[in-house]
């Protein structure tokens, strides 16, 4: 009789997106998977969070992040390279996991944030932003752009997205 294997099942959480800012910092807290399903509600919060005249800082908590996908690493770098040319400085981030830093550098996000393997502060209020959804044509904008962002950022980037970028281009 063969030896019984035990089954064991990994829960993935559903992606969400926490925010907190005061007299202008701000933090953004991704936590669960996070899939392109939020990129509305991502990039809307953003480009609302930089048209903020008192905005001075942003920094990205991702220990809770389980899993982020291309179009969310998309967003972020887009963040990142629109604070840099608008405000002069590289964001935070910040990553517990392991595999998750591992995907950051291989982005190349080493270039675009300040990235920290450590926690933030977590004990920062943090407020849910209501899922905002898109249309199939907005989301299919936003995750060209996305992509777009991440092949910007270096070569290895670009043979990885091409094939994917002409795909949704055609579509």
Avoid: W
């Avoid at 800012?21 to 899939?35: F, H, I, N, Q, S």
């Avoid at 996908?69 to 608008?86: F, H, I, M």
């Avoid at 830093?101 to 190349?108: D, E, P, V």
Wanted: aromatic fraction near 6%.
């Amino acid at each position: 009789m063969p030896p019984c294997l035990s089954a064991s099942v990994v829960t993935v959480n559903e992606g969400k997106i926490l925010a907190a800012g005061k007299d202008g910092a701000y933090v953004l807290r991704l936590e669960g998977d996070v899939r392109l399903t939020l990129c509305t509600t991502i990039d809307e919060y953003l480009q609302a969070m930089l048209e903020d005249p008192a905005f001075v800082s942003v920094a990205i908590d991702l220990c809770a992040a389980e899993g982020i996908d291309s179009t969310t690493l998309g967003l972020l770098a887009k963040l990142a390279l629109q604070v840099r040319e608008r405000f002069g400085f590289a964001p935070a981030i910040y990553s517990c996991e392991p595999g998750i830093n591992r995907l950051l550098k291989s982005m190349g996000f080493q270039r675009i944030f300040e990235l920290h393997e450590t926690a933030c502060d977590g004990e920062t209020p943090a407020n849910l932003i209501p899922m905002k959804p898109g249309s199939e044509g907005e989301v299919r904008d936003k995750v060209i752009e996305a992509h777009r962002v991440l092949m910007s950022l270096s070569e290895e980037n670009r043979s990885k997205f091409k094939d994917l970028l002409a795909a949704l281009e055609c579509g």
